[in-house]
């Protein structure tokens, strides 16, 4: 290991100031597969759709409509 590294390069991770937090939910099988199916076609894990997905719906403040 080195006794210094040059990070005058290095870029900010525009990742670094999002907190995520673990949780658990029950989503239907078919929600569920829906987005698995989502995952093999564009090679974007599942549980990152699902996240985007909401994180359109915060960022649109869409309410939900229960029909």
Same mark, same amino acid.
């Given at each position: ?11 900010? #991770? &525009? ?8 949780? %658990?939910? #029950?989503?239907?099988?078919? %929600?569920?597969?829906? +987005?698995?199916?989502?995952? $093999?076609?564009?090679?974007? &894990?599942?549980? %990152?759709?699902? #996240? ?12 939900? $409509? +229960?029909?």
């Amino acid at each position: 290991m080195r006794d210094e590294y040059d990070f005058s390069d290095a870029r900010e #991770n &525009p990742y670094a100031k999002r907190e995520r937090r673990q949780v %658990t939910m #029950n989503i239907d099988v078919e %929600t569920l597969e829906y +987005f698995k199916r989502e995952a $093999a076609v564009t090679g974007v &894990p599942y549980q %990152t759709l699902i #996240n985007m997905y909401l994180a359109q719906c915060v960022e649109k403040k869409l309410h939900a $409509a +229960f029909v």
